[in-house]
């Protein structure tokens, strides 16, 4: 696999230069090629394989050149040993619940493989990484956990204050060691943008090390193919459900996680269609509906997880179809939805069908609602648990939800304690580079 820029198809490097470059020298995002059809004869058996395997298979297609199978097989049994189930919610409605990792957000899925992969890409090196991460709330914590303690890596985590939730912050403020909680007096498109920065800094990058983990590096990105295709599998098997009516519905925000079913969808997953659903920071829908691409500030959401106004994967999604808007807008049908609307969409679910929704599912699954058509199946993707949204989704319900052990525990308390570690910062690169310990000079 070669990696391109998506800003023209110039600079094509290997996987271990993707990674530590983190972008196109021409300021692009990595674009892998040729992302082949994988054989017919795994899309027969698929419904027989465990995750695991179908992530083996997914990864060696993809890294097989550069990374030992044996070492793939090692990297997806560990990284996924947790559930992804299928469940049936109305219908000809089901979620693909990606939150049973241990930060209860789908970022487990890439952050736990890119953490393995980049630790076998660094073996031999004996200079510290420091890994940047942007977050709009899930990235940080999902991030921090991967890395947490492994020797030989930095993690910054930059977050835009306030913006996001209590149980999110406490997943990598309250760590300590080697986590380094960075606060920025903006917003999501903010930090993004300072990290961005940092990787077309020259004087930064000789003196250390970096590489980010956010979705801009194919190796978080790509990973997250393997569930499209796990839950194909497993819708599959439910009772009158065609394999060419499958329709795969994705909260939206910084664009990854649909972009990594795009690809999928490249590489012979046989997905009718993709619904892209935002909330309230629309430019994605304005653009699949008018062709008008306009990137502005965010604003603050109750599914604040997809609060962003720039987002970075817009421009893989037009190399993939060569900036056709026709093309694109033909596989992608966009859908949002205001605070009110996801807010009774989730008292109404739960009422109707008993389902308890996070917001940024519960935008997904509205918005399968609208699209679906006759004879059709929907898989929208349950990407954060509903406890980690807890004060929203009790505002909603209008009554208390349980919360699972893990964010039981790291309660908004514990993460006062760990306070001092985090250091606030102005919404600005020199503030950043100026100020950082551990970045600074
Ligand atoms: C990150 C996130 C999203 C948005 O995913 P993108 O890949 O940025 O589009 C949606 N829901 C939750 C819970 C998230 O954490």
Do not use: W
């Amino acid at each position: 696999m070669k990696f391109y820029s998506s800003s023209g198809k110039t600079g094509s490097v290997g996987l271990h230069q993707a990674v530590f470059d983190g972008l196109a020298p021409d300021g692009g995002l990595f674009m892998p090629e040729p992302l082949r059809r994988l054989p017919s004869a795994f899309f027969q058996n698929i419904g027989e394989m465990s995750l695991p395997e179908i992530g083996f298979v997914v990864l060696n297609a993809l890294f097989g050149d550069e990374i030992p199978s044996q070492k793939i097989k090692e990297i997806v049994t560990e990284a996924l040993n947790f559930d992804i189930p299928l469940i049936g919610v109305e219908n000809n409605i089901y979620a693909l619940e990606l939150y049973h990792g241990p930060t209860y957000a789908f970022k487990d899925v890439g952050a736990r493989i890119m953490a393995r992969v980049l630790s076998h890409l660094n073996r031999n090196a004996n200079e510290t990484i420091n890994v940047l991460v942007a977050t709009s709330g899930d990235s940080g914590g999902a991030v921090a956990n991967g890395f947490y303690k492994v020797p030989g890596v930095e993690v910054f985590v930059l977050y835009p204050k306030d913006k996001i939730s209590e149980e999110q912050r406490a997943q990598f403020a309250s760590l300590g060691e080697n986590i380094h909680a960075v606060e920025v007096n903006g917003t999501f498109d903010d930090c993004q943008g300072i990290v961005r920065q940092a990787f077309g800094d020259k004087e930064l990058r000789q003196r250390i090390k970096i590489t980010s983990a956010n979705s801009f590096n194919p190796v978080r990105l790509l990973p997250q193919m393997i569930y499209y295709f796990y839950g194909y599998s497993r819708v599959l098997q439910m009772p009158g459900v065609k394999p060419d009516e499958i329709v795969f519905s994705v909260p939206s925000g910084n664009l990854g996680n649909l972009c990594s079913g795009l690809f999928a969808k490249r590489m012979g997953l046989p997905v009718k269609r993709f619904v892209a659903a935002n909330n309230a920071n629309n430019v994605f829908d304005e653009f699949l509906r008018s062709g008008q691409y306009s990137p502005r500030k965010s604003v603050l959401t109750c599914a604040s997880a997809m609060d962003v106004g720039r987002p970075s994967n817009f421009d893989r999604i037009c190399s993939l179809y060569e900036g056709s808007h026709e093309r694109i807008s033909g596989e992608i049908e966009g859908y949002s939805f205001s605070d009110e609307e996801i807010m009774a969409g989730i008292k109404l679910l739960s009422e109707h069908e008993g389902y308890i929704a996070d917001p940024h599912g519960m935008t997904a699954y509205l918005a399968l609602t609208q699209s679906l058509r006759e004879g059709e199946t929907g898989v929208f993707l349950e990407t954060a648990h509903p406890a980690k949204f807890r004060k929203t989704v009790e505002k909603a319900l209008e009554r208390e939800i349980i919360a699972p052990l893990g964010l039981e525990t790291k309660s908004p308390k514990t993460s006062k304690a760990a306070k001092p570690s985090t250091i606030s910062i102005a919404p600005t690169y020199s503030a950043f580079k100026n100020q950082v310990p551990g970045i600074k000079r």
